[in-house]
């Protein structure tokens, strides 16, 4: 279960409901001209054609409730970005305390980490791997540290007194915890950054137009942020590989587990699987929200995922994960996002702006890159405070950019397009709100439904799932449909018929769910029509050849058919070192029927 993403989109709607009304009656002070000035912005173009095509290929999911929550997070995210933009410009100081606000919370998540790592505190927070403080992952805590890094650089370079100590402290915890994470995206992120934002700062150094005097505290203090890095990386290697040595960490016996091959292998085969996707659905692609709902039809031969006990929900990069779902307009869309970002810096290094103005647009360059970097093998999109973060490095760029570049005066006019799609950009955040919190709901009763199945306690799963379903939420965080929850409690008290019911709502919702499928095929069996049956486990097996339970039904069903031949090619299917019993048994069976008909049975490759 993932249990941050819900409370976050909760929080982060209210507060942009609240926000927004506030920020549009400030605007009304100057007859608009601030709302204007944000949907005139190139980079806000962009994001709003992202958003409206996000809403438009709503039509093409499969799952409309899942297509609907990822379309309303668009909506949340356009929201932000428009209302930093907004505060930025009427309160320049706003930019400033934001980043005073970033590196110290950068600060307060290097000490969770640091504590959780160490186990000396906050060990009882939700989380899969060791050191992720309250990001339940450690590569998220990783990639959001990375995000957060020029922050702090910033607040060293520029700030004094209390928050340039805090900024450093901030960046030494934040190193350490990125460094112990063994997170190879977020390294891979802050090299590239950090190189990056060096290049640029030394090929544009006459256009940065640095006094002597400045120049010389900026060189102090990036000589001190290299050393302390250098030196913090090398501790945290240090303490990560000492500690590894002494006592094996969950992180590394979790990510060890149930993975034959590396984690490397697994994306490049998730990545043809999202290509070939793209190939089959360019114009509009699959529907928002709706990658985890096709994925498996282009087959799972190769992913642990071929077994049924997990599913794949993200292909692992953003880049491609829009694209498969938005068509070639929302891909183009979200390159032209960032683009544009780019070009904003170039023009701001090349402007008359004022020197730190220039550091900070330059940092902000480092967060995008770290972004982008990220995004080509994890999901950062998905995640609030990541999109956060960057949303806060985009509206900073476009309000340095507006600044050397403000509108024209014109004669003061009313109600216009601007103030009418800040409107209804507010009015649907209002149903997004809604949403939320049904899925949130929805997600703690899954939670119990989830305890009430491992206890067997099957009628209280069945009640848990009901009050989880809703329109907005049919399909768990793992990509469970809620349906097949509730069938299997049903099959356990032999309510076979009502079971059958919700296993077919499950198959509409999750056409290419292999355990929905084999549930349905194990139902026909049973009823002894075995044409459905081996409909639904033909389609299983295309998907994933090597499901052993589907073989295994498969073969039954010749067996019953005496279709013996058949039966052993299926179960020559099986892993040799197979620990299901029915293999054997199911040998056994062949064998003395074909003996007691006559035949030698026929020897298995």
């Not at 960032?338 to 004022?354: R, S």
């Not at 309000?399 to 005066?409: D, E, G, I, R, V």
Request: proline residues 4%; aromatic residues 12%.
């Amino acid at each position: 279960m993932e249990p941050v993403i819900m409370p976050r989109f909760l929080l982060l709607s209210l507060l942009l409901v609240i926000l927004m009304p506030l920020l549009f009656r400030q605007s009304r002070q100057t007859n608009f001209e601030t709302i204007k000035t944000v949907f005139r912005n190139p980079l806000i173009a962009f994001f709003g054609v992202f958003t409206i095509t996000n809403i438009v290929m709503i039509g093409l999911a499969t799952n409309l409730s899942e297509a609907v929550f990822s379309a309303a997070q668009t909506v949340l995210y356009l929201a932000f970005l428009t209302s930093s933009f907004i505060l930025m410009l009427q309160h320049r100081q706003y930019l400033l305390y934001s980043c005073r606000a970033i590196s110290v919370l950068m600060l307060a998540l290097g000490v969770i980490g640091i504590l959780q790592y160490s186990g000396l505190a906050f060990t009882d927070l939700p989380g899969n791997y060791v050191v992720y403080a309250t990001f339940a992952n450690k590569n998220l805590l990783a990639s959001v540290l990375s995000l957060m890094l020029p922050f702090a650089i910033y607040g060293v370079m520029q700030q004094k007194g209390y928050w340039s100590i805090a900024a450093m402290l901030g960046l030494i915890a934040g190193l350490f915890v990125i460094g112990i994470a063994n997170t190879r995206a977020a390294w891979l992120a802050v090299a590239l950054g950090i190189t990056a934002t060096l290049g640029a700062a030394y090929v544009f150094r006459s256009a940065l137009n640095v006094p002597k005097k400045l120049g010389q505290v900026y060189k102090k203090r990036l000589t001190y942020i290299l050393a302390l890095g250098l030196l913090t990386l090398a501790v945290a290697a240090m303490s990560h590989f000492g500690f590894t040595r002494q006592d094996a960490s969950r992180s590394k016996k979790i990510a060890g587990e149930a993975r034959q091959g590396s984690s490397i292998d697994e994306r490049f085969t998730l990545w043809s699987i999202t290509g070939s996707m793209i190939v089959d659905h360019p114009l509009g692609g699959v529907g928002p929200g709706n990658w985890k709902i096709h994925m498996p039809s282009y087959g799972m031969e190769k992913l642990r995922s071929r077994f049924g006990n997990l599913n794949f929900i993200r292909p692992h990069n953003d880049f491609l994960w829009v694209f498969s779902e938005t068509g070639i307009l929302g891909f183009a869309a979200f390159l032209g996002i960032f683009i544009t970002a780019f070009l904003f810096l170039w023009k701001i290094i090349q402007g008359q702006q004022a020197p730190e103005d220039k550091l900070l647009a330059l940092l902000l360059g480092m967060s995008v890159i770290i972004y982008l970097t990220v995004s080509m093998f994890s999901f950062p999109r998905e995640r609030i405070f990541h999109s956060m973060v960057l949303l806060h490095s985009l509206a900073a760029l476009a309000y340095l950019y507006q600044q050397q570049t403000p509108a024209k005066s014109k004669a003061p006019d009313k109600i216009n397009w601007h103030t009418g799609a800040y409107g209804l950009l507010l009015l649907l955040l209002l149903p997004g709100l809604y949403i939320g919190w049904q899925r949130f709901n929805g997600e703690i009763h899954t939670k119990k439904a989830i305890t009430a199945q491992l206890q067997k306690k099957w009628s209280e799963q069945i009640s848990h799932v009901t009050n989880a379903m809703s329109p907005w939420y049919q399909i768990d965080p793992s990509g469970t449909p809620l349906h097949l929850y509730r069938g299997g409690a049903k099959i356990q008290l032999n309510k076979f018929e009502e079971a059958y019911t919700d296993l077919k709502e499950a198959d509409r919702q999750h056409p290419y769910h292999i355990v929905v499928l084999a549930n349905l095929g194990a139902y026909y069996d049973r009823k002894g029509d075995f044409k459905k049956a081996m409909g639904y486990f033909e389609r299983a097996l295309e998907m994933s050849p090597t499901m052993e339970g589907v073989l295994l039904n498969v073969a039954a069903i010749h067996i019953k058919q005496r279709q013996f031949d058949k039966a052993l090619d299926f179960l020559d299917k099986c892993h040799p070192e197979s620990r299901d019993p029915r293999v054997k048994r199911f040998r056994e069976i062949i064998e003395q029927q074909k003996q007691a008909s006559g035949n030698q049975p026929k020897k298995s490759g």
